[in-house]
């Protein structure tokens, strides 16, 4: 008799479960209880290019214009040409995790932002004007404000899907900044309940009980504080972590990944200045975030040596560091700069397919 109530009380709750995930899939009820902070923050440069997404936090905003001609974000939320999930025959596929410097995005004053050409895009220019157009796809799948929390989920839920051959992984700047909510954000570690995990969110009804249960919305952002030692968004433990799970994730796929350093800019009169800046990313100091970013930079060697895969250095030298980066800005590569990343890269990439007879 208990089994049989057991079963009974298990499938009325399977059936209120289905019939509210039918209600909010025909009426969209999901997405009004939500709304949309960032949308109704568009004056925020930032903001107005991101969207709810109850599964990554955040992702690109479907159609919003850039500041290059005709360029908007694609419908896979990207700042990529539209792709289609089946890979082409005979295309090599490179994806590319990162925040905003993989995006594109710097400061060229204090209220003077622009949207350069990123690695990925560039990167596609010399794969197609070097060796022919057509064999390769580069897929933009940076965005601003990610971390490896965020990339380690970015990877699972479209990366992988759309069949990758290479995974470039650049981060190193987000997860060090102190965490908008005072607390650090960390991923499942057991595989099982991390495909659980990608499963449940397939849900609507699941992805609004946790996007309404977590406190990344930037209308209730904890108050601005600073510290020498702030609560980072992710933890040096979890970011060798995320980076770990990456290349081993991308391999288990069949896709080689390549680590990317994410080097600082020298520190100008002009930076210094920048109060907003500093205050932003919640440290006392610049010489204090910048030691943080030296001990996350650590960390990435650490696990690309670990885990045997290339690791790149695109750090300018000092004599030139002005051609690659922006005097008002620390972490995001000027135009000059992306285009060094992508040259890196493509020697990295030529290199191991001629290694391999792949060419």
């Given amino acids: ?10 499938i009325s709750l399977v059936l209120a479960f289905l019939a509210l995930e039918g209600v909010l899939r025909a009426t969209d009820a ?5 709304g949309d902070p960032f949308k109704v923050q568009e004056k925020d440069i930032i903001l107005h290019y991101l969207a709810v997404d109850s ?7 479907v159609g919003t214009p850039l500041m290059q001609p005709s360029e908007v974000i694609s419908s896979q939320g990207l700042r990529s040409p539209e792709i289609s999930r089946k890979k082409p025959p005979r295309v090599r596929r490179i994806a590319a995790l990162g925040d905003s410097c993989t995006f594109g995005f710097v400061a060229m004053g204090k209220f003077d932002f622009q949207t350069p050409r ?20 580069v897929i933009n799948y940076g965005l601003i404000g990610y971390t490896t929390y965020h990339g380690l989920r970015m990877l699972r839920r479209e990366v992988l899907p759309d069949d990758p051959d290479f995974v470039v992984i650049r981060f190193g700047w987000n997860d060090l900044i102190g965490s908008p909510t005072s607390r650090s954000f960390a991923n499942v ?67 080689k990944p390549i680590l990317l350093d994410a ?48 690791f790149l250095h695109t750090t ?43 060419l």
Avoid at 1 to 10: D, G
Avoid at 128 to 135: K, Q
Avoid at 337 to 344: D, L, V, W, Y
């Fill in 55 to 61: 599964f990554l936090q955040w992702r690109g905003r």
């Fill in 30 to 34: 999901d997405r009004r209880i939500i």
């Fill in 118 to 137: 990123p690695y990925p895009a560039l990167l596609q220019d010399l794969l197609d004007r070097n060796l022919g157009p057509g064999r390769f796809q």
């Fill in 1 to 10: 008799m208990p089994l049989r109530k057991l079963a009974k009380s298990l």
């Fill in 189 to 255: 570690h057991n595989p099982w309940l991390e495909r659980l995990e990608d499963l449940a969110y397939h849900s609507r009804l699941i992805g609004l009980l946790l996007y309404r249960g977590s406190p990344v919305d930037p209308r209730s952002r904890a108050p601005w504080t600073v510290s020498a030692h702030p609560v980072p968004w992710v933890t040096p433990e979890e970011y060798a972590w995320n980076l770990g799970r990456m290349i081993d994730l991308a391999r288990a796929h069949g896709a």
């Fill in 316 to 358: 300018p030298p000092p004599e030139k560091a002005f051609q690659y980066f922006s005097r008002y800005d620390i972490p995001h590569p000027s135009a000059g700069g992306q285009e060094r990343i992508a040259q890196r890269l493509y020697a990295e990439i030529i290199s191991i397919l001629a290694r391999e007879g792949a």
């Fill in 263 to 310: 080097p600082a800019a020298p520190i100008t009169p002009e930076i210094r200045a920048n109060k907003d800046f500093i205050g932003g990313v919640r440290y006392g100091t610049i010489e204090q975030f910048l030691a943080a970013h030296d001990r996350y930079q650590a960390i990435t060697a650490r696990v690309a040596r670990d885990k045997g895969v290339p």
